[in-house]
Nanobody, 125 residues
Framework: QVQLVESGGGLVQAGGSLRLSCAAS????????MGWFRQAPGKPREFVAA????????HYADSVKGRFTISRGSAKNVVYLQMNSLKPEDTAVYYC??????????????????WGQGTQVTVSS
């Protein structure tokens, strides 16, 4: 019963910035890790970033470290992805994800229980 609603996608020039937002609603959990995946045409869905429920624990794919920043709202039902220095290879549909498990393993092997509908990010050369 968790619903994830994303916003903030769009078209930007290489080197530009975007901020994605995702709000969770519905069932209340004692913890809810949240993060982002992306999927480019012809490629599998890949992990981008995650932020745990508490402890300020963040995780990033190597391809976005130093450029993307994930953060949580104070209510912890909102997650943001600040994307700077965007590259054409960042072009993809970005999906918000959430996980109610106490200690998920984040990264490429993370299998969240909840997904958003996706928002398109296009970076032009």
């Amino acid at each position: 019963q968790v619903q994830l609603v994303e916003s903030g996608g769009g078209l930007v020039q290489a080197g530009g910035s975007l901020r994605l937002s995702c709000a969770a609603s519905g069932r209340t959990f004692s913890s809810l890790g949240m993060g982002w995946f992306r999927q480019a045409p012809g490629k599998p869905r890949e992990f981008v970033a995650a932020d745990s429920w508490s402890g300020n624990s963040t995780h990033y794919a190597d391809s976005v470290k130093g450029r993307f920043t994930i953060s949580r709202g104070s209510a912890k039902n909102v997650v943001y992805l600040q994307m700077n220095s965007l590259k054409p290879e960042d072009t993809a549909v970005y999906y918000c994800a959430a996980d109610s498990r106490r200690k998920p393993t984040y990264g490429s092997a993370w299998y969240p229980g909840y997904w958003g509908q996706g928002t398109q990010v296009t970076v032009s050369s």
